[in-house]
C-alpha cells in the first residue's frame, strides 16, 4: 500500500507513479481485448483506466485541501462522492458495448472489462497498489486462459429457423417429429397464416448443442411436401 500523497518528498513523482500503473494495468487488458477484435480495445481500456486514477487523484486532493476544515466550517466536503460517480459513468460507457440479437447477447465481457479497468484505475489511484496488480493479474489469467476452458464446455446453442410452406394442418407434426429425432428441444413457436396465398409460415427456437445442425435439418425439411422457403440462423 501506498497512502503516502508524496513520494520522496513530491507530489508530482507520487501521482505520475499512480498513473503510470494505472495505465499499464489498463493497457494490459486492453491489449488483450484488442486482439480478439472487440470494440473497447487498447486505447479505451487505457483511458478508463487513467481517467478512474485521476478521479481518485481528485478525491484525495479535496482532502487535502480542504481537510483543515472541521465540522463546524461552512464548508461541508464529502471527497468519496466524487470517485463514487466512477461507477455510474462506467454504467452508461459499458451499456453502449452490449448489442442484443434475438436470445444472443454479445459485448458482456467487454462491458464488464471496462468497468473491471475502472477498479483498477481507483485502486492505482487510492495507492492500493498490491490491490491493483493482483487484480490485474486476475483480469489477465481470466481473459487469457479461462478462454480455452469456456471451449470445452457444452453449452446450449440457440437455431432460429423459420419454415413458409403451403398450408396443412400436419406441418408442425412433421417438423416436430423430425426436431425430436434430431434430439432437438423446442424453446419458442410462433405461426403466421396467409390465407391469400394459402401459406403458413412456422417460426421455431431450437435449443441444440451442435453447431451445423441448421444445415442437415434444412435437408431434411427439403423433402417435405409443399416447402416453399427455409431460413434458419
Known amino acids: 500500500m501506498f497512502f503516502d500523497p ?19 494495468a489498463g493497457g494490459l487488458v486492453g491489449w488483450e481485448r484488442e486482439r480478439r477484435g472487440r470494440p473497447a480495445g487498447l486505447r479505451t481500456n487505457l483511458l ?86 493482483l487484480s490485474t493479474i486476475t483480469v489477465l489469467v481470466g481473459l487469457l486462459f479461462l478462454k480455452q476452458f469456456d471451449l470445452t464446455i457444452k453449452k446450449d446453442r440457440y437455431l432460429y429457423l423459420s419454415v413458409t410452406a403451403r398450408r396443412r394442418d400436419s406441418l408442425y407434426d412433421d417438423l416436430r417429429q ?3 429425432e434430431r434430439g432437438l428441444k423446442i424453446s419458442e413457436v410462433s405461426s403466421q397464416v396467409d390465407l391469400e396465398n394459402n401459406e403458413l409460415l412456422l417460426k421455431m427456437v431450437l435449443r441444440q448443442r451442435q453447431d451445423d445442425i441448421g ?19
Not at 478525491?59 to 455510474?88: M, W
Not at 427439403?222 to 416447402?227: A, H
Open 48 to 133: 478508463v483506466s487513467v481517467g478512474a486514477c485521476t478521479v481518485m487523484i481528485i478525491s484525495e486532493t479535496f482532502f487535502l485541501k480542504y481537510g483543515a476544515h472541521n465540522a463546524q466550517s461552512l464548508l461541508r466536503l464529502d471527497p468519496s462522492r466524487t470517485a463514487a460517480q466512477i461507477v455510474t459513468g462506467i454504467g452508461f460507457l459499458g451499456a453502449g458495448v452490449i448489442l442484443k440479437e434475438g436470445a444472443t447477447v454479445r459485448g458482456l465481457t467487454t462491458a464488464a472489462t471496462l468497468w473491471v479497468v475502472a477498479g483498477l484505475g481507483m485502486a492505482f489511484g487510492m495507492g492500493f497498489f498490491s490491490l491493483g496488480a
Open 215 to 233: 444445415r442437415e435439418l434444412a435437408r431434411a425439411i427439403e423433402q417435405f411436401e409443399g416447402i416453399k422457403k427455409i431460413h434458419y440462423r
Open 178 to 180: 423430425l426436431v425430436d
Open 6 to 24: 508524496k513520494l520522496y518528498g513530491s507530489y508530482e513523482l507520487a501521482i505520475l507513479l499512480k498513473l503510470f500503473l494505472a495505465a499499464l
